[in-house]
């Protein structure tokens, strides 16, 4: 039977030729037909068809969506980076990183026991799947996912153009980039890639449309309040907010023009379809005061809030008293949790933790809460802090918050012309 079964391996395997299939994978797809009493004749067609034996059907990185199958991929590995993990007791090696195409930039997590490509290769990639991972398209390589090195004149323009753009362009950016911006914050550490140990820098960069965290895989020697030239290097997102990737293969240039730094502000519908950013400016409608608002008390230990007297991990603790607000802000479009700390809190509802303490005293935490509903409610706040975004939606950490003046009257006349030119 080890005979025949071989025999047919052989037959599909000079079908496929070299298609990134190994032929142990084939086999072991062959016997599972076998075992579940499929033909050997229609064992073969299925996996000739399967893995190939016609030209694939590629897919541009920008077009994947989540949780899709059978995509069919050609790109450049842009970083390859390796890491352990434990999966039922045992230790397993998986590797990851960043692929790009023409049009788009995604990360990869590979579960192969291989993988046959280097940072800055070419491949075909065939049968692999996408999930969603901290809100970014993730390409998914499993075991059965083929893997194909090509030759760079093998893809027309895979080698994309450098596009020059402003850090609020990165959501939209595919491709190489080229950014000027201030290292406004810079710190290094120590890594471990294909069993070397390497120095990463990482940090806060910023130009005059916002800013942005980066990571480089190369001493540039690079310091805080340089004012550099990043050629060639990639943009990605982690729960919405951008992030600057480069290394030795990128172009660095220190330039003596200092650059203002400034605040992303962006509409708040705008801001809940960039998922997040650092050190954002919006405006919005308070429309809930959410419970576990006001008056809270915390662990001495982890800042962890606590109930009845006790940590979820320190237990039995005398808490620390503090104020907080969490929010819902709406736009009329879209609408995001909005978490701030005492200093705001206390700023928005002109009272300090000594006079929220004294209504608690005489009313409780219930009375508090609706002084802070009737002082907030339907009331408008630019607001500005970092998000970031999840399953859940957007959130809104608030490091500034300032309730605006709204001229009633004048925005009901724009409603009413606004409405007048849809008719």
Not at 157 to 185: H, R
Not at 258 to 276: A, T
Not at 279 to 296: A, F, L, M, Q, R
């Amino acid at each position: 039977m080890d005979s025949e079964i071989s025999a047919y391996v052989d037959e599909i395997m000079s079908v496929l030729g070299d298609e990134g299939i190994s032929r142990e994978d084939i086999e072991k797809e062959f016997k599972r037909f076998i075992e579940f009493g499929v033909p050997p004749e229609q064992a073969k067609r299925s996996l000739i068809r399967k893995f190939g034996g016609k030209k694939i059907t590629r897919k541009f990185l920008k077009d994947v969506k989540p949780n899709e199958q059978s995509i069919n991929i050609v790109c450049k590995i842009i970083t390859k980076n390796t890491r352990e993990i434990n999966v039922k007791g045992e230790t397993k090696t998986i590797y990851y990183g960043m692929l790009a195409d023409e049009t788009a930039v995604l990360p990869f997590t590979s579960w192969r026991p291989d993988f046959p490509a280097e940072k800055g290769d070419v491949v075909e990639i065939r049968n692999a799947y996408s999930r969603e991972w901290q809100g970014t398209v993730q390409i998914n390589i499993g075991e059965r996912t083929g893997i194909k090195k090509l030759d760079e004149g093998d893809i027309p323009n895979i080698q994309q153009d450098v596009k020059k753009c402003k850090i609020k362009d990165v959501y939209s950016t595919f491709g190489p980039i080229e950014i000027e911006a201030k290292i406004l914050s810079i710190s290094e550490k120590e890594v471990e890639t294909d069993g070397t140990k390497k120095k990463v820098f990482s940090g806060v960069l910023g130009d005059d449309t916002g800013k942005a965290q980066f990571t480089a895989w190369h001493d540039f020697n690079l310091k805080e309040g340089d004012v550099v030239r990043i050629k060639g290097c990639y943009a990605k997102f982690w729960r919405g907010i951008p992030q600057i990737v480069f290394d030795e293969r990128s172009t660095v240039d220190k330039l003596k023009e200092d650059i203002s730094v400034g605040s992303l502000s962006v509409p708040l519908h705008k801001l809940v379809e960039m998922r997040g950013g650092i050190d954002v400016t919006t405006e919005g409608t308070v429309i809930e005061i959410k419970e576990n608002s006001g008056y809270v008390e915390r662990c001495p230990e982890c800042n962890r809030l606590i109930k009845n007297g006790e940590c979820s991990v320190h237990g039995k603790v005398k808490g620390v008293a503090d104020l907080r607000l969490k929010m819902i802000v709406d736009d009329g479009c879209a609408g995001v949790s909005a978490i701030a700390n005492r200093e705001v809190t206390e700023k928005l509802i002109d009272m300090n933790l000594s006079d929220c303490k004294k209504i608690i005293k005489d009313g409780g935490e219930e009375e508090l809460l609706d002084i802070i509903r009737k002082k907030l409610l339907t009331k408008k706040l630019r607001l500005r802090g970092n998000a970031f975004g999840d399953e859940f939606g957007t959130t809104l950490i608030i490091k500034e918050a300032a309730v605006v003046n709204v001229d009633i009257q004048r925005e009901a006349q724009q409603f009413l012309q606004m409405v007048e030119g849809e008719r």
